[in-house]
């Protein structure tokens, strides 16, 4: 991910250097520097529900921000490592937030999540695919905690292979493979059987 405006990546590696250390003044820093990038993040993510949307970008941002000053002891690996983790943060609220429909109204407005590529279609879903997959994620993590740390990064924070290689520890071509090995797991998982 490239900087935005003329701000430095340095003093976002730094901050989040600083808050690692307890400085929780170098957190709140670091909103006027990521802030754009969360918006792109929360739109992507937002885009995927077409009707009966209850958060905004804006919102969206700032209730994964406030998720993230909340933890405590976060190792902050580095600005890419602080996006995958807003993007986990995003993900989680939005979730809550299927969970919360489906319990008031069956149905809903999402778009289904899919896991055949980038460029598939998409098809209308409800708050219980949303549900399903987050759930599926969570066994997934369970199996492999790499799995899925790549998924959150790449679905859900737009990361490329490069970023989530550097943020793992792990090379590119590695990242791929579980990639691709994430992607079939978790389609069987939600899909089953069924869209083939």
């Known amino acids: 991910m490239e900087s935005t405006g003329s701000r430095p990546t340095g003093d976002v590696t730094i901050l989040l250097a600083r808050a690692r250390e307890g400085d929780r003044q170098a957190f709140d820093s670091l909103m006027p520097l990521v802030y754009e990038e969360l918006k792109r993040v929360a739109g992507r ?5 077409r ?11 700032h209730e994964a921000y406030l998720k993230l000053a909340g933890e ?3 190792d902050w690996r580095g600005r890419a490592h602080f996006y995958c983790l807003a993007a986990r943060a995003m993900r989680q609220i939005l979730v809550d937030h299927a969970r919360r429909r489906a319990a008031a ?9 899919t896991l055949r590529g ?6 209308d879903a409800d708050p219980e695919e949303m549900l399903a997959l987050d759930d599926a994620l969570a066994r997934l993590g369970d199996l492999d905690a790499r799995l899925r740390e790549i998924v959150e990064c790449k679905f859900f924070g737009g990361m490329t292979d490069a970023e989530i290689a550097a943020v ?3 090379s590119t071509r590695t990242v791929e493979r579980d990639w691709a090995k994430a992607r079939a797991w978790l389609y069987r998982e939600v899909y089953g059987d069924r869209d083939r």
């Open 72 to 74: 405590d002891g976060v």
């Open 168 to 170: 793992l520890g792990v």
């Open 45 to 49: 993510e937002l885009c995927r529900e």
């Open 118 to 123: 980038r460029e598939a279609e998409r098809r």
């Open 105 to 113: 109204k069956r149905g809903g407005g999402w778009d289904r999540v």
């Open 51 to 61: 009707r009966s949307r209850t958060l905004d970008c804006t919102s969206l941002v």
